[in-house]
């Protein structure tokens, strides 16, 4: 009995946050960085609530997590996801942080290409922004080199959005540069309009060219 109390009490708030349902892109961030006040510096300026948001990302698992549904503890919660997520960002972007994410991206963790020519390339989580509240989350592909909206929507425990803030805009192109080798072997494939066997590419290319000519003529 005693041994499940211990077992329970040693559940953090962090393996609990990062084991929600939505919450599949996230890694378990070591409470040794984040006591470590050099790598959240600033970031008391950007999250309500700092000092009680804080105290709950480094405590326990909470025993019911229907009691973030409202009031005082749940704006609390929403600070706490907020201070998670911003630390998040540039715990990834750590040799420790690119190494968990590979293994995630090895393991299939994240979305695949929705671009049916990239036979289901696997993506890396990017923001747009590394402010909080301008773009939810997306994904980026390393094979057509675009980004694109996540296919299921992925949220948060109180079906909030997840912000890009969370992954920055920075975190895939540090993890391909660090590992040159999931950058894929082969590039894109462009798809080539088609009548009749015969290519319409460049008859495509010069019709996109007379219609950006027109839009852009100083006599429309």
């Not at 009031?71 to 997520?85: F, N, P, T």
């Not at 299939?108 to 989350?137: A, H, V």
Request: one cysteine or more; glycine letters at 6%; aromatic letters at 12%.
């Amino acid at each position: 009995m005693d041994t499940d109390d211990d077992s329970e009490s040693n559940y953090s708030w962090i393996s609990w946050f990062c084991e929600e349902r939505g919450n599949d892109f996230f890694c378990e961030i070591s409470r040794e960085y984040i006591i470590d006040n050099f790598n959240i510096y600033g970031l008391d300026s950007l999250v309500a609530n700092y000092t009680e948001a804080l105290s709950m990302v480094l405590g326990p698992a909470p025993s019911n997590p229907e009691d973030y549904d409202c009031g005082s503890l749940g704006e609390i919660y929403r600070s706490a996801v907020d201070l998670y997520g911003l630390t998040h960002a540039r715990f990834i972007t750590t040799p420790k942080g690119l190494a968990i994410m590979k293994e995630k991206f090895e393991d299939e963790c994240f979305e695949s290409c929705p671009r049916l020519l990239c036979e289901e390339q696997q993506t890396l989580p990017i923001g747009l922004s590394n402010e909080l509240n301008k773009y939810q989350l997306m994904v980026y592909c390393p094979k057509c080199e675009d980004i694109y909206h996540c296919k299921e929507g992925p949220v948060l425990t109180l079906t909030t959005d997840i912000d890009g803030a969370f992954f920055g805009t920075a975190f895939p192109h540090m993890l391909l540069q660090a590992y040159p080798s999931l950058v894929p072997s082969q590039g894109s494939v462009s798809y080539i309009p088609r009548i009749y066997g015969l290519s319409l590419i460049h008859i495509c290319r010069c019709r996109r060219y007379a219609v950006c000519r027109s839009r852009w003529s100083p006599y429309h």
